[in-house]
Nanobody
């Protein structure tokens, strides 16, 4: 069974930080592009950023530039999303996804999705 499992969400105050983890089983993440997405209540799911297959990162959401950073640990088959300077508008359910898109680009479709982890930013 191919799975992605997110963890690391929680409740933080504005200006705080969280590090989300996404662990893959059943396949090797190194061979896939990885996307981070989020969905707030009553809103559509939106892309946050993408780790391209072959390396490099593309930020989808301008509001997270300079605050969110994604990385891979291939030995652990895990990707991370480091979120700093969190704002209330970052509150959402966060998902990781994987796809075998073209090299050096972010795919338009993702093949595998995790169940998500909740991030709540509030005083």
């Amino acid at each position: 069974q191919l799975q992605l499992v997110e963890s690391g969400g929680g409740l933080v105050q504005p200006g705080g930080s969280l590090r989300l983890s996404c662990v893959a089983s059943g396949f090797t993440l190194d061979n896939y592009a990885i996307g981070w997405f989020r969905q707030a209540p009553g809103k559509e799911r939106e892309g946050v950023l993408c780790i391209r297959r072959g390396g490099g990162t593309t930020t989808y959401k301008d509001s997270v530039k300079g605050r969110f950073t994604a990385s891979r640990d291939n030995a652990k088959n895990t990707v991370y999303l480091q979120m700093n300077s969190l704002k209330p508008e970052d509150t959402a359910h966060y998902y990781c996804a994987a796809a075998r898109g073209p090299l050096w680009s972010c795919p338009s479709r993702y093949d595998y999705w995790g169940q998500g982890t909740q991030v709540t930013v509030s005083s």
